[in-house]
T-cell receptor, first 113, second 113 residues
Framework: SQQGEEDPQALSIQEGENATMNCSYKTSINNLQWYRQNSGRGLVHLILIRSNEREKHSGRLRVTLDTSKKSSSLLITASRAADTASYFCATANSGGSNYKLTFGKGTLLTVNP | GAVVSQHPSWVICKSGTSVKIECRSLDFQATTMFWYRQFPKQSLMLMATSNEGSKATYEQGVEKDKFLINHASLTLSTLTVTSAHPEDSSFYIC?????????FGAGTRLSVL
């Protein structure tokens, strides 16, 4: 079953604006990961945040994790048209393996030039 | 590094035939690979965990006799869709684990006529 729920389901912004996507999950986790998928392609790993971390940065990406609320957010700053893709959060659940993931439903981000 | 190759990228077959999809980790060894199925505009659904040298672990509801998985080496896992029917038409994606990260192939679009 899909644990993660991304919000919003779709987001359309102008180039240069920031994009924020949220993810909620239901069970305890070891880590949470964000992936990007271009249409009709495989997924690309963006960032991993462990359950004992609250914030992580990678280039224009900023991820936060609030385990008390069971939620995470992905912020893409200064967006570009090439950022247009679907973004998925995925959780590695506590008690399971660190690498078996449960994916959310995804947010479709469209960055207009 | 961490390149995963999936082949073929697109296959059309007649109903009743079998189709084999290959997933190769090109620059690392992967004891564990995963096979997912994705319907249009939906998330990834885990089908099975492929373990090198042992039987695959299938998720609930996935027919092991229909979706045969073989992980004969540390760099290759194959998914064979046996006696394919139109309802098996979908996008199939594999991933290979290195550390705690899954690295994905580009996916295979299967169309069963």
């Amino acid at each position: 079953s899909q644990q993660g729920e991304e919000d919003p389901q779709a987001l359309s912004i102008q180039e240069g604006e920031n994009a924020t996507m949220n993810c909620s999950y239901k069970t305890s986790i070891n880590n949470l990961q964000w992936y990007r998928q271009n249409s009709g392609r495989g997924l690309v790993h963006l960032i991993l945040i462990r359950s004992n971390e609250r914030e992580k940065h990678s280039g224009r990406l900023r991820v936060t994790l609030d385990t008390s609320k069971k939620s995470s957010s992905l912020l893409i700053t200064a967006s570009r048209a090439a950022d247009t893709a679907s973004y998925f959060c995925a959780t590695a659940n506590s008690g399971g393996s660190n690498y078996k993931l449960t994916f959310g439903k995804g947010t479709l981000l469209t960055v207009n030039p | 590094g961490a390149v995963v190759s999936q082949h073929p990228s697109w296959v059309i077959c007649k109903s009743g035939t079998s189709v084999k999809i290959e997933c190769r980790s090109l620059d690392f060894q992967a004891t564990t690979m995963f096979w997912y199925r994705q319907f249009p505009k939906q998330s990834l659904m885990l089908m099975a965990t492929s373990n090198e040298g042992s039987k695959a672990t299938y998720e609930q509801g996935v027919e092991k006799d229909k979706f045969l998985i073989n992980h004969a080496s540390l760099t290759l896992s194959t998914l064979t869709v046996t006696s394919a029917h139109p309802e098996d038409s979908s996008f199939y994606i594999c991933s290979a684990v290195r550390g705690t990260i899954q690295y994905f192939g580009a996916g295979t679009r299967l169309s069963v006529l």
